[in-house]
């Protein structure tokens, strides 16, 4: 299975920005290539249902966004680190949650809905203040 880590949460206030990270700590046998792999960020605020925020695939210049993120949020990855990243813009009060990190093994398909079913990291905290 895919290992992730993700870090970069914390306390911001409205309107400030935080940035993301996601590292691929270990592929599965035979799927060693970054390449193979829908990415992306999930999301959970307490008594909200989950929310697939953003997802990338470079091999097919397919990126993603939720309604509720798009203008804000960029995702991005650099695949010689393994490593995906979300770039939080203008944050708001009803952006704060539970953020973690996913992937999912894929032949060519991508997006928010394909990325729920994937694997999750531990999740890094993001809170906003007004």
């Known amino acids: 299975q895919v290992q992730l880590v993700e870090s970069g949460g914390g306390a911001v206030q409205a309107g400030g920005s935080l940035r993301l990270s996601c590292v691929v700590s270990k592929f599965p046998t035979g799927q060693h290539r970054y390449s193979h792999y829908c990415m992306g960020w999930i999301r959970q605020a307490p008594g909200k249902e989950r929310e697939a925020i953003a997802a990338?695939?470079?091999?097919?210049?397919?990126?993603s966004y939720a309604d509720s993120v798009k203008g804000r949020f960029t995702i991005s990855q650099d695949n010689a680190k393994n490593s995906a990243f979300l770039q939080m813009n203008t944050l708001k009060p009803e952006d704060p949650a539970m953020y973690y990190c996913?992937?999912?093994?894929?032949?060519?398909?991508?997006?928010?809905?394909?990325?729920?079913?994937?694997?999750w990291g531990q999740g890094t905290q993001v809170t906003v203040s007004s």
């Open positions: 996913a992937a999912r093994f894929t032949g060519g398909v991508c997006n928010l809905a394909y990325l729920l079913d994937g694997t």
């Open positions: 990338i695939y470079d091999p097919r210049d397919i990126t």
